[in-house]
């Protein structure tokens, strides 16, 4: 089946309308010749790849191999799904970058996309991103609950020869727990018993220790985990519910011909309690209230901060910044939010087609959009001014991807009031925005471009221990740029404790606070960097910065 083009509504279906299926069914798990000899091969290289290692190289070679066993399967009816396609350049522009950075979001990247990838191979008529993700955890989750029982099943049966000798061993079964009864018993009624024992136990320890010194618990749940995951990768589960779930919905808003209203609403009766359909009119007329008095509200805010923020913004002394936009920036988000779900509810069903009043509704609702819009700015605004003043720093960026879906989010909306556009088009459509914006975030290198804006600006005040606790991939621009250091009048670092305190240092205890961050990480480098967790910025950094910190002196 064809994706549908992201803003040209389908063809009508109900929007909403009760599953067909259950959305979990017990799953009955074989295994080919093929998966057999695939299962423990898969185990021992997840082991050899992941075993006390970092992310890296070997994070996107197993998402390689993963996509290499799915497309092995020849999924040809998910070809012709166009989400599928995309996470599968996602999946391995991913794996581009974590092997460049090593970064925590391009893993978080990686993992998300191949747990698409599994959802729409599964299902390939799914088209919300997020019920392809929970399909790929369903199945995988199927996969791991039914894998002791399928591995009980492989066992060989009493017929063969190793069958039998697995009969007789499970047969020996109970007199060995007897003898560890009476062996337990003797221990503690003999002390002389107990002596020779503990050592006997100790000289079998230190000799099985030497030819297994990697079997330890963690290993052995480490091994476990492993094969779950490789079962999980090598097995298909068909898990059709949340797809049939899915068909229930539609693109577009469809009239309800079993009552007139959208919504129902208590009104009081002498005689008897019920309720009573409201009339499209006075829903109408809720509406024009709400729409018309907010707009009102939003349009006197967005006037000051037009005004204030916009224009000339000038932060009086003592002006608590920071407060000004954490709490300022999360209370305005939230606001734009419950607008989106206001307009979400009214336009939700039969006030579509309210044709006396639809006109004024629609552009009442799309004003408000607008200026939500507006206000998205200046929350925009207030975080740059923040930057600009204070610096980079990882929730600085996040609110700005954050911005940026709010206003696709905002576009949908005004797809929603002007092609009645239903919720699950909305969802579909910011779920794919969502992920996008998760592979730019991956794509981005954002810890050195922190460091390099915020040592070249010419701030007044550097959060240095801020940059030293960053990754090691940092530590070339840090050392280029420590003569800044100089010229700064105020570095601070976390004082430690409960309230986050900070307290301020020299330019020379922030300098050996360098020289000790670089000779520590290339100590641990050394070390314990292995071809699993390699990844080129940190690669990068070790061949220079033998050579960059002196330099910068």
């Given at each position: 089946m064809q994706a549908l083009p992201l803003f040209t509504p389908s063809t009508a279906r109900a929007e909403e309308a009760p599953y067909a299926a259950p959305l979990w069914r017990p799953a009955?798990?074989?295994?080919?010749?093929?998966?057999?000899?695939?299962?423990?091969?898969?185990?021992?290289?997840?082991?050899?790849?992941?075993?006390?290692?970092?992310?890296?190289l070997n994070l996107a070679l197993f998402t390689l191999l993963a996509v290499a066993a799915l497309l092995a399967g020849q999924p040809r009816a998910a070809w012709r799904s166009g989400y599928f396609r995309l996470s599968l350049v996602g999946a391995l522009v991913s794996c581009g970058a974590v092997t460049w950075y090593g970064s925590f979001t391009a893993g978080w990247a990686c993992i998300g996309s191949l747990l698409m990838l599994w959802g729409y191979a599964n299902q390939p008529l799914l088209k919300q991103a997020s019920l392809a993700l929970l399909t790929g955890l369903g199945a995988a989750a199927q996969v791991v609950l039914g894998l002791p029982a399928l591995l009980l099943r492989a066992l060989p049966s009493r017929d063969t020869k190793a069958g039998r000798v697995g009969w007789y061993g499970r047969l020996l079964l109970v007199p060995v727990l007897i003898l560890g009864v009476f062996h337990m018993l003797f221990v503690l009624a003999n002390p002389r018993y107990r002596q020779l024992t503990d050592r006997a136990w100790a000289a079998l320890g230190e000799w099985l220790g030497q030819f297994f010194e990697l079997l330890s618990l963690g290993h052995l749940i480490f091994l476990v985990l492993g094969l779950a995951v490789t079962a999980a990768v090598l097995l298909r589960v068909p898990l059709p519910g949340l797809a049939q779930w899915e068909a229930g919905f539609g693109e577009v808003v469809r009239r309800r011909r079993d009552g007139v209203a959208s919504f129902s609403v208590r009104r009081p009766d002498f005689r008897r309690r019920d309720f009573r359909t409201a009339d499209l009119r006075?829903?109408?007329?809720?509406?024009?209230a709400v729409f018309g008095l907010v707009n009102v509200l939003l349009l006197a805010v967005n006037v000051i901060d037009i005004?204030?923020?916009?224009?000339?913004?000038?932060?009086?002394?003592?002006?608590?910044?920071a407060q000004f936009v954490h709490e300022g920036t999360y209370v305005l988000i939230f606001s734009i939010l419950l607008a989106m779900g206001i307009v979400l509810w009214f336009f939700r069903r039969n006030?579509?087609?309210?044709?006396?009043?639809?006109?004024?509704?629609?552009?009442?609702?799309?004003?408000?959009?607008?200026?939500?819009?507006?206000?998205?700015?200046?929350?925009?605004?207030?975080?740059?001014?923040y930057i600009t003043r204070m610096g980079l720093a990882y929730k600085r960026i996040g609110v700005c991807f954050f911005l940026l879906l709010t206003l696709f989010g905002l576009v949908t909306i005004l797809l929603k009031?002007?092609?009645?556009?239903?919720?699950f088009s909305l969802v579909r459509l910011?779920?794919?925005?969502?992920?996008?914006?998760?592979?730019?975030?991956?794509?981005?290198?954002?810890?050195?471009?922190?460091?390099?804006?915020?040592?070249?600006?010419?701030?007044q005040q550097v959060d240095y221990g801020f940059l030293l606790d960053l990754p090691g991939r940092v530590l070339p621009a840090l050392v280029k740029h420590r003569a800044i250091l100089n010229r700064t009048k105020h570095i601070t670092r976390d004082a430690g404790g409960v309230y986050s305190l900070y307290e301020e240092v020299s330019a020379a205890?922030?300098?050996?606070?360098?020289?000790?961050?670089?000779?520590?990480?290339?100590?641990?480098?050394?070390?314990?960097?292995?071809?699993?967790?390699?990844?080129?910025?940190?690669?990068q950094a070790h061949q220079q910065l033998p050579t960059a910190a002196p330099a910068g002196r």
């Amino acid at each position: 089946m064809q994706a549908l083009p992201l803003f040209t509504p389908s063809t009508a279906r109900a929007e909403e309308a009760p599953y067909a299926a259950p959305l979990w069914r017990p799953a009955q798990l074989v295994l080919t010749t093929t998966q057999k000899w695939l299962l423990p091969l898969g185990v021992v290289a997840f082991d050899v790849l992941f075993w006390q290692q970092g992310r890296g190289l070997n994070l996107a070679l197993f998402t390689l191999l993963a996509v290499a066993a799915l497309l092995a399967g020849q999924p040809r009816a998910a070809w012709r799904s166009g989400y599928f396609r995309l996470s599968l350049v996602g999946a391995l522009v991913s794996c581009g970058a974590v092997t460049w950075y090593g970064s925590f979001t391009a893993g978080w990247a990686c993992i998300g996309s191949l747990l698409m990838l599994w959802g729409y191979a599964n299902q390939p008529l799914l088209k919300q991103a997020s019920l392809a993700l929970l399909t790929g955890l369903g199945a995988a989750a199927q996969v791991v609950l039914g894998l002791p029982a399928l591995l009980l099943r492989a066992l060989p049966s009493r017929d063969t020869k190793a069958g039998r000798v697995g009969w007789y061993g499970r047969l020996l079964l109970v007199p060995v727990l007897i003898l560890g009864v009476f062996h337990m018993l003797f221990v503690l009624a003999n002390p002389r018993y107990r002596q020779l024992t503990d050592r006997a136990w100790a000289a079998l320890g230190e000799w099985l220790g030497q030819f297994f010194e990697l079997l330890s618990l963690g290993h052995l749940i480490f091994l476990v985990l492993g094969l779950a995951v490789t079962a999980a990768v090598l097995l298909r589960v068909p898990l059709p519910g949340l797809a049939q779930w899915e068909a229930g919905f539609g693109e577009v808003v469809r009239r309800r011909r079993d009552g007139v209203a959208s919504f129902s609403v208590r009104r009081p009766d002498f005689r008897r309690r019920d309720f009573r359909t409201a009339d499209l009119r006075k829903e109408y007329l809720a509406a024009l209230a709400v729409f018309g008095l907010v707009n009102v509200l939003l349009l006197a805010v967005n006037v000051i901060d037009i005004s204030w923020i916009w224009i000339d913004f000038r932060p009086e002394p003592g002006f608590d910044l920071a407060q000004f936009v954490h709490e300022g920036t999360y209370v305005l988000i939230f606001s734009i939010l419950l607008a989106m779900g206001i307009v979400l509810w009214f336009f939700r069903r039969n006030l579509n087609f309210y044709q006396p009043g639809l006109p004024v509704l629609r552009w009442g609702a799309t004003v408000w959009v607008l200026q939500n819009a507006v206000l998205a700015v200046s929350v925009g605004l207030r975080n740059y001014h923040y930057i600009t003043r204070m610096g980079l720093a990882y929730k600085r960026i996040g609110v700005c991807f954050f911005l940026l879906l709010t206003l696709f989010g905002l576009v949908t909306i005004l797809l929603k009031i002007w092609q009645r556009r239903s919720a699950f088009s909305l969802v579909r459509l910011n779920s794919v925005a969502a992920y996008l914006v998760l592979l730019a975030l991956a794509l981005g290198n954002w810890e050195v471009w922190i460091v390099r804006y915020n040592l070249t600006v010419g701030f007044q005040q550097v959060d240095y221990g801020f940059l030293l606790d960053l990754p090691g991939r940092v530590l070339p621009a840090l050392v280029k740029h420590r003569a800044i250091l100089n010229r700064t009048k105020h570095i601070t670092r976390d004082a430690g404790g409960v309230y986050s305190l900070y307290e301020e240092v020299s330019a020379a205890t922030a300098q050996r606070m360098l020289d000790e961050r670089v000779r520590r990480w290339q100590q641990r480098y050394a070390a314990e960097a292995s071809w699993q967790d390699w990844n080129y910025m940190d690669w990068q950094a070790h061949q220079q910065l033998p050579t960059a910190a002196p330099a910068g002196r």
